[in-house]
């Protein structure tokens, strides 16, 4: 058994404990962004039902203890979690201190957390003396928290592992009020910020380019709207595709997601986001280069897969993969809380970098030469591609668009469909 985090590659100096945003993501406004007079702040999640008067990242900034900030409702009926709230000064500042207000009745407050600190936002580095386990709120709900010397940085995080409930026994993150104490540095004391964030080992992919996508389901549960395949390119953890009721006592099946790049890409990785519920237990990625033949990215296998109660994990493609689409193929499921066995993520990101002709070349003859020794197998179940414009019709498969954000909803031929039709082609 192997088990992935959502960092893989770890140092003794750096607490990788959340997903770094990547720099493009830094841009956009919404419930999980805020804008104030001495900082941008960045919160991992907010809760589904979040309104413009209450629940999002805007109203640790709005000077008024009774709106909060509200982490979204995942896996709410135990204190793990992965949550952060990312300050950005937009320069790199000498920060003293950082405080954070409690709602007026003290509950919610997280209880594990830890501050770290970067000049990139591209690694992790943990204030010395700033980790804390079963942390008690303030009396007065105003949390103070000195640095033992002013940490000179432009990026800092906050990483939550452990919430406390409300009096119903929910539990959810929420702060009220969040504000810094921050002086000039020097050029001097900016330079050596510099110099040790670049010395930081980078982990792996997640700091790599979110690359666009087309994205298919083998089968969704479609007796709402809440299992959509669209929901997993939609970076909301509180929305859900969940694969189709079917089988549901029997932990054995398979299960594809596909994302379809288009022209050849040079994948470094995959990252997948759930909510703690029927991630897959048995499963590996595959690729191709013809659309047609899949063939196992190497060292991506994972048996007996177990989450460690982050929210993301990274599946890193070795050195890369040159590739037209990968997918992820389930081959054995995890029950839910009632015994059902189904297949539920939150979100899909693939990362990676457009592909050289030589390295495209590369890989064809080495993609041609896998599949020419792919044994028979009868029982194989052919995955759908993104159907072209005039193959929209809706049988029973799902589709959206991925990558840097992007929404979308297409409606495409079932796997049979597709056959259908290619048959018919070559009888024509």
Not at 22 to 31: F, T
Not at 336 to 345: E, I, K, R, T
Request: aromatic letters at 8%.
């Amino acid at each position: 058994m192997r088990k992935l985090r959502l960092w893989t590659a770890v140092i003794a100096v750096v607490a990788l404990c959340a997903l770094c945003l990547p720099a493009a993501a830094l841009a956009e406004e919404g419930p999980t962004y805020a804008s104030g007079e001495k900082f941008d702040l960045y919160t991992s999640s907010t809760i589904k039902d979040a309104a413009d008067s209450n629940g999002q990242a805007k109203h640790m900034l709005d000077g008024d203890p009774s709106t909060v900030w509200r982490s979204a409702w995942v896996v709410e009926t135990a204190p793990p979690c992965d949550e952060y709230v990312l300050f950005d000064f937009r320069e790199i500042v000498k920060i003293e201190s950082v405080t954070l207000t409690a709602r007026p009745d003290g509950l919610m407050f997280p209880d594990g957390f830890g501050f770290c600190w970067s000049t990139s936002n591209e690694v992790e580095i943990p204030i010395e003396g700033q980790t804390y386990d079963g942390y008690q709120n303030a009396d007065d709900n105003v949390n103070v928290f000195v640095f033992e010397e002013p940490v000179v940085a432009r990026y800092l995080k906050m990483n939550i592992w452990s919430r406390t409930p409300d009096e119903g026994g929910i539990h959810l993150v929420n702060i009220a009020e969040a504000d810094a104490s921050v002086t000039e540095a020097t050029a001097e004391e900016q330079e050596a910020a510099i110099a040790a964030d670049a010395a930081t080992e980078r982990p792996l992919v997640i700091n790599d380019p979110e690359l666009p996508f087309n994205l298919t389901t083998s089968s969704f549960l479609d007796d709402s709207d809440n299992w959509l395949p669209e929901h997993l390119t939609d970076h909301n953890i509180t929305t859900q595709w969940c694969s189709e009721w079917v089988g549901t006592a029997n932990e054995e099946d398979e299960i594809y997601v596909t994302m379809s790049l288009g022209d050849p890409q040079r994948v470094t990785g995959v990252i997948l986001t759930t909510q703690g519920i029927c991630f897959p237990r048995d499963f590996v990625f595959q690729y191709t280069l013809d659309n047609e033949n899949w063939v196992d990215v190497p060292g991506t296998a994972q048996t007996d897969f177990e989450l460690d109660g982050s929210q993301s994990y990274v599946f890193p493609f070795g050195s890369s993969q040159v590739a037209s689409a990968v997918r992820l193929k389930v081959t054995k499921k995890t029950a839910d809380p009632s015994g059902n066995y189904l297949v539920q993520l939150a979100d899909v990101d693939v990362r990676g970098f457009a592909a050289t002709e030589e390295e495209i070349e590369e890989a064809t003859a080495a993609f041609n030469e896998a599949i020419g020794n792919l044994p028979e197998d009868p029982d194989a179940k052919p995955t759908p591609i993104p159907a072209t414009p005039e193959d929209f019709e809706s049988e029973g498969c799902g589709a959206a668009a991925g990558g840097a954000g992007s929404i979308l909803g297409l409606a495409v031929l079932s796997a049979a469909a597709l056959l259908k039709k290619k048959k018919e082609a070559r009888h024509a």
